[in-house]
């Protein structure tokens, strides 16, 4: 069955880098697009960012353009999401998702279980 | 990148048919049949519920469907259960290779 399992969450600093992966198993990973979603907590989600099946094309939400970065590596049926200059605002459960399809007008299908990430001083 | 609006919460007793509005502008929902919903329970990931603005994933009771109009898409749940009570969000894609979530609304069944 499909699983996706994020990891790299924690306490950090404002200003500073985190990075969070995304484990995926039980389907053909390097046939899927894959989002990061976010949810600040007792909030809604919040669209971050998009990466088709095979890394060619990224996009991201306004708010975080310029500071985070996502990437896969399809050997390893893994995303990643590199955050830096973090800010308070960006503190939040984060969700991977798998895409119904292989490209970036591909919405969420199945999430994982999320990875919390705490900014503060 | 705005947020897609949501009514806040609705309520309706088991058995009785609700609806919920996700209402975007000509630029997200009123352009492209990508509109998704997804149910929330307190502390769980989303799951989807209705893809492409009316397809129904395998697995997913038939109670639940969904439809648009203009600018506005709405999730009707039909014979409500108490395992209905959650949140639920819509997402639309926005062009650009970008999406955008509503707000999310809070199903209460009374």
């Known amino acids: 069955q499909v699983q996706l399992v994020e990891s790299g969450g924690g306490v950090v600093q404002p200003g500073r880098s985190l990075r969070l992966s995304c484990a995926a198993s039980?389907?053909?990973?390097?046939?899927?697009?894959m989002h990061w979603v976010r949810q600040a907590p007792g909030k809604g989600l919040e669209w971050v960012a998009i990466?088709?099946?095979?890394?060619?094309?990224?996009y991201y939400a306004d708010s975080v353009k310029g500071r985070f970065t996502i990437s896969r590596d399809n050997s390893k049926n893994t995303l990643y999401l590199q955050m830096n200059s973090l800010r308070a605002e960006d503190a939040a459960v984060y969700y991977c998702a798998k895409a119904y399809c292989s490209g970036t007008s591909c919405p969420p299908d199945f999430w994982g279980q999320g990875t919390l990430v705490t900014v503060s001083s | 990148q705005s947020a897609l609006t949501q009514p806040a919460s609705v309520s309706g007793s088991p058995g009785q048919s609700i609806t919920i509005s996700c209402t975007g502008t000509?630029?997200?929902?009123?352009?492209?049949?990508?509109v998704s919903w997804y149910q929330q329970h307190p502390g769980k990931a989303p799951k989807v519920m209705i893809y492409e603005g009316s397809k129904r994933p395998s697995g997913v009771s038939n109670r639940f469907s969904g439809s648009k109009s203009g600018n506005t898409a709405s999730l009707t749940i039909s014979g409500l259960q108490a395992e209905d009570e959650a949140d639920y969000y819509c997402c639309s894609y926005a062009g650009s290779s970008t999406w955008v979530f509503g707000g999310g609304t809070k199903l209460t069944v009374l």
């Open positions: 039980g389907f053909t990973f390097s046939s899927y697009a």
């Open positions: 000509s630029s997200d929902v009123g352009s492209y049949n990508l």
């Open positions: 990466m088709a099946y095979d890394g060619s094309d990224k």
